[in-house]
């Protein structure tokens, strides 16, 4: 299976940035007020550390406090500058991400710090480009306070990716056939990815025989798509109207007795008859689509199995075990290909 990295809720991002858009607007607003350096220090940690990471109990409450005061130090420490506030909230972002990997947390913690430097030196650039200059009030100070808590809450990103197993297939899906389908055709094509997911579930360790039975699994793919569109323009051929006037046909060339009307009937029938025999064609291709198709799915199932039973018995044999199967999954997927490039000269 492929490892790939997700936000594990698209939700529960959105609503932490919005949490810290509100944080940051209220501390924009304290800052109108004149409250004193060292009270706004801590009010930065307090504010946004709750709107990233909600505390939960007073356990959680009391660190966050202690982290608050941190950001407090900074007047008592003016060469520090915005860092002290940076590194208490990135601290409580960091301890308060219990369940999540060691490394994980240190790279929130560091995204934390990072963006909440910066963002505390936006208020500053702002004043220097004149961009606020003229609104009323604590406006200005408001509007600050939502940006900083814009580029503060997108830390919280780094929290949510979790590193997890992809399904595999996933990118093959769109080859599946539509559930209207229900022929024989689409239902092994289906079992095909089912077994698939099966085989490389067990297989997690052996990337080459995943590799070698993904590349199966999209020539059956294929192959099934193939063989749907021939079905479906084969479809729109009304056999038993064709038999019918094929039969239609026959009695009035025996009814009439004009050699040129005869000779009309016998050419009409002529093409009504290769009509009839490119349905029967299709008829037996099917049929051998469907005995190919089955031989690929019970490949795939004897790759599950075999790994399996060796690893059951012997796992460092495994990989040295599966190549006879590995070269019938190659062999198959030959197969597959020649037959699909044959299906690619039939017009549909």
């Not at 650039?125 to 940006?147: D, F, H, I, N, T």
């Not at 199967?325 to 597959?336: F, I, K, N, S, Y």
């Amino acid at each position: 299976m492929r490892r790939v990295v997700v936000l594990t809720s698209h939700s529960a991002f959105q609503n932490a940035v919005l949490r810290a858009v509100l944080a940051g607007g209220v501390f924009g607003f304290l800052t109108s007020v004149h409250l004193p350096v060292w009270l706004l220090g801590c009010l930065f940690v307090l504010l946004l550390g709750a709107a990233l990471v909600p505390p939960r109990g007073l356990r959680q409450g009391a660190l966050l406090l202690l982290l608050g005061l941190l950001g407090a130090s900074r007047a008592w420490v003016p060469s520090a500058g915005p860092w002290v506030g940076a590194l208490g909230l990135g601290l409580w972002v960091g301890l308060a991400g219990a369940g999540l990997p060691a490394w994980q947390r240190g790279a929130a913690t560091l995204a934390t710090m990072l963006l909440a430097a910066g963002a505390a030196r936006l208020p500053g650039a702002l004043e220097r480009l004149e961009v606020l200059a003229g609104l009323p009030g604590a406006l200005p100070s408001v509007l600050c306070g939502l940006g900083m808590g814009l580029i503060v809450g997108s830390a919280v990103l780094v929290r949510q990716l979790r590193l997890v197993q992809q399904p595999v297939g996933r990118g093959l899906e769109a080859l599946l056939p539509p559930p209207e389908h229900t022929d024989e055709i689409s239902d092994l094509v289906r079992q095909a990815f089912a077994t698939y997911r099966e085989a490389a579930g067990v297989l997690i360790d052996q990337p080459q025989a995943v590799a070698a039975a993904e590349d199966l699994l999209r020539r059956i793919t294929q192959f099934g798509r193939r063989w749907a569109e021939i079905e479906d323009q084969a479809r729109r051929c009304d056999r038993a109207r064709l038999q019918q006037r094929h039969h239609q046909l026959g009695e009035r060339l025996a009814a009439t007795q004009d050699e040129q009307a005869r000779a009309e009937y016998e050419r009409a029938r002529a093409a009504l008859d290769a009509q009839l025999g490119y349905l029967a064609d299709i008829d037996i291709g099917r049929e051998r689509a469907v005995a190919r198709l089955h031989h690929q799915v019970a490949t795939l199932e004897r790759l599950r199995l075999a790994a399996l039973r060796h690893r059951s018995v012997d796992a460092a044999r495994m990989g040295e075990e599966l190549k006879a199967v590995l070269e019938d999954l190659a062999r198959a997927g030959q197969e597959l290909d020649a037959a699909t490039e044959a299906l690619a000269e039939v017009p549909v």
